[in-house]
Each structure stands twice: as C-alpha cells, then as structure tokens.
Nanobody
Framework: QVQLVESGGGLVQPGGSLRLSCTAFGLTFSNYAMTWHRQAPGKERELVALASMVGGVTNYADSVKDRFTISRDNAKNTVYLQMRSLKPEDTAVYYC?????????WGQGTQVTVSS
C-alpha cells in the first residue's frame, strides 16, 4: 500500500522559515517525479514546486520562486520543501504528490500558518 507522510508544518511568524518533509512508502521512489502543492481556504489547490525523478530538474510557482527550495533524497524516499521569508499569503495546507507514468499519489497534507 502506497503512503505519503508529510511533516514539518506549523505556525511561524512572517519572515520565518519552515522545512516540510514527505516520506514515501510502498513505491519505487526514484520512478516518481515529486511535487508540492498547497490549498488555502476558499482557493483551488496550486502547484508550488516540482522535482524530477532524480532531482536534476526543479520548477517553482512564481509566487515562491527564490524563497522556496525543493529537494529530494532518493536513498531516504523523502522530498523536502525548504520555505524561507514566509508571508501570510503562504498560509495553506501543503500536500506532497508522487507522479508516475501510470499512478499518482497524494499525502494527507500538513498545515502551514504564517501569522504574527
């Protein structure tokens, strides 16, 4: 059974940092591109960052470029999202996603709240 488990969310002040982690179980991690998405209240889920199967290619939403960094450790079946200079508008539930050739899996989400 495939499972993606996110952690690292929480409450942080504007300008602060957080690192999210997502560990995958039950799949061949290196066969999947990994992405982070977020969904704020009343808004659609949006793609935040992507890392290719071996992490050589990354891509970011314009709203987080130069503030967020996605990375992956295929030996640990884990993808990370380092978030810096956080803003109140970054408040959302953050989800990791594993995209394979045939399958697509989601984690349960972790809440990030940016507030003073």
């Amino acid at each position: 059974q495939v499972q993606l488990v996110e952690s690292g969310g929480g409450l942080v002040q504007p300008g602060g940092s957080l690192r999210l982690s997502c560990t995958a179980f039950g799949l061949t991690f290196s066969n999947y591109a990994m992405t982070w998405h977020r969904q704020a209240p009343g808004k659609e889920r949006e793609l935040v960052a992507l890392a290719s199967m071996v992490g050589g290619v990354t891509n970011y939403a314009d709203s987080v470029k130069d503030r967020f960094t996605i990375s992956r450790d295929n030996a640990k079946n884990t993808v990370y999202l380092q978030m810096r200079s956080l803003k109140p508008e970054d408040t959302a539930v953050y989800y990791c996603n594993a995209q394979g050739m045939r399958n697509n899996y989601w984690g349960q989400g972790t809440q990030v709240t940016v507030s003073s």
